[in-house]
């Protein structure tokens, strides 16, 4: 049986309304894409620098990354 006709199967067995209609969404989202994306020159170098950083461990953990978020929203929310 091929990966379609399992698909097909699956669906058909289906009767929740609401889960046809995600699927519907989802497999309709295809055909709305027309294109692929391309990065413009800038956003390349931009990608490419964010990977070099990343490369040479420029770059921030979760943890510290969650860190600095909070300490500056109560920098920013000082006031508020």
């Known amino acids: 049986m091929t990966v379609k006709q399992k698909i097909i ?4 067995s289906i009767e929740d309304e609401t889960v046809l209609n995600e699927i ?3 497999i309709s989202t295809e055909k709305k894409i027309d294109k ?3 990065f413009s020159s800038n956003e390349l170098k931009q990608v490419n620098e ?3 950083d990343a490369d040479n461990g420029r770059y921030f953990t979760q943890k510290e990354s969650e860190k600095l978020i909070a300490k500056w ?4 929310s000082v006031g508020l």
């Open 73 to 76: 929203f109560q920098e920013k």
């Open 36 to 38: 692929v994306y391309e």
């Open 50 to 52: 964010a990977i070099d």
């Open 24 to 26: 519907y969404n989802l």
């Open 9 to 12: 199967d699956r669906v058909n």
